[in-house]
């Protein structure tokens, strides 16, 4: 094992775990679930759109209230640990699920107890890390959570094969994991203590918030233009099955994705410790249009597979990246608060994103919902080229 990854604290790792196998349990049933409810239910694209803006839209900006919550405590992992039981609960709801709207409300549950864990989770690296290694720490999570991500995907593959097609039973399955995924939280991770002031300040009040700096509110913008860019991966699936890819293959498409995402993300998360932060994010934009290009031409499955590889490298480049910027520019204290406004605007952009997307499909066909994903994209680069300074602002120290 390389010297930089024994170099990640033991509490990290045990956090990596533990989003590993919650993502078993949630992709072993998202990578089945628009298909479940455009086939099974009868939902129309503009419905799932929606149903996947507004519960992740939910997860992230719940993720403000507990990230300020964490702050005001001083605590991380009780409210991390609450939000991973939510996440458990939820599971049987998809499985007894008969209509649109106990699937909305069972994915709802599940996005908030998302975002009640996310925020403390992201806040607890940052304070289990030394500032020199949380790029490599951001990035390890997110590998391993990305693993997880895959493995999920192809357990369902392998159960839809072997129970006929039988989403419900395959639900039902989503529960172990997420079960023993709460059970090492709880007993694996310990918190540092956090030295409060004598005089706590609301987080939230304009006195806390003035302490945020601009480099800190430009890394938020820049995440909510990168989330227009990126609507909800169920249109990667349900681009997939228009292209012809069987049912119980589907999942496939998930586990191409978070696959790449899996490999790239701890190598451009120790990139992201030496190099400047905004080329790296101009890179994942190129590569995000790359993708879309691919995915809004695309006349068959393997080059839909292409696009959806793209994909999960733009997701690898970015996300442990945007996870790394936003702990860079906060103070210590505010840590909970700084990730829960990223998650807040990033959550109305995922909203609109998605329902846009939607839309697009019905109205006007897939492939003007990534041609628009493509657009985004140059707005973003255009923000980045824009700001005068930006890199070396955001320049790891």
Request: hydrophobic share 60%; net charge positive; with cysteine.
């Amino acid at each position: 094992m390389p010297a930089q990854v024994r170099s990640v604290p033991t509490g990290v790792w045990v956090l990596g775990f533990v989003s590993l196998l919650m993502d078993i349990s949630s992709e072993l049933i998202h990578s089945l679930l628009p298909v479940f409810l455009v086939t099974v239910v009868g939902a129309s694209a503009f419905a799932v759109g929606m149903l996947e803006g507004v519960a992740e839209a939910t997860a992230l900006i719940v993720r403000l209230f507990s990230g300020t919550l964490s702050d005001w405590l001083g605590r991380r992992k009780p409210l991390a640990v609450a939000g991973y039981a939510l996440g458990a609960l939820s599971k049987p709801l998809f499985a007894l699920a008969t209509s649109f709207s106990m699937v909305f409300a069972a994915r709802c549950v599940d996005r908030i107890g998302k975002g009640i864990r996310g925020a403390p989770r992201d806040a607890l690296i940052a304070d289990l890390t030394p500032a020199a290694e949380r790029g490599a720490a951001y990035g390890l999570r997110q590998s391993l959570d990305t693993v997880g991500a895959f493995a999920g995907p192809l357990l369902a593959i392998v159960l839809m094969l072997l129970w006929a097609n039988d989403f419900r039973a395959v639900f039902w399955v989503a529960v172990i994991p997420a079960a023993v995924a709460v059970a090492l939280l709880l007993f694996g991770v310990h918190e540092p203590q956090q030295k409060l002031p004598r005089r706590r300040i609301n987080p939230i009040h304009w006195r806390a918030l003035s302490r945020l700096r601009s480099a800190y509110w430009w890394v938020v913008a820049i995440g909510a233009i990168f989330t227009l860019a990126r609507f909800s991966e169920a249109f990667l699936i349900l681009r997939a099955q228009q292209n012809g890819l069987p049912l119980a293959w589907i999942p496939l498409v998930l586990v191409a994705m978070n696959l790449v995402f899996a490999v790239s993300a701890y190598p451009f998360g120790r990139l992201s410790d030496r190099m400047r932060h905004t080329r790296l994010l101009a890179l994942g934009l190129v590569v995000l249009i790359g993708a879309d290009l691919l995915l809004a031409c695309a006349n068959s499955w393997p080059v839909v597979f292409l696009g959806v590889a793209l994909w999960g490298l733009h997701l690898g480049i970015t996300q442990g990246l945007l996870a790394t910027m936003v702990a860079a520019t906060a103070p210590d204290d505010l840590r909970g608060t700084a990730f829960g406004f990223f998650n807040l605007l990033s959550g109305l952009a995922l909203l609109l994103a998605s329902g846009l997307a939607g839309l697009l499909w019905d109205q006007l066909g897939a492939s003007w919902t990534f041609f628009t994903g493509a657009a985004f994209c140059l707005v973003a680069l255009a923000v980045i080229a824009a700001r005068p300074g930006s890199g070396d602002i955001l320049r790891p120290k």
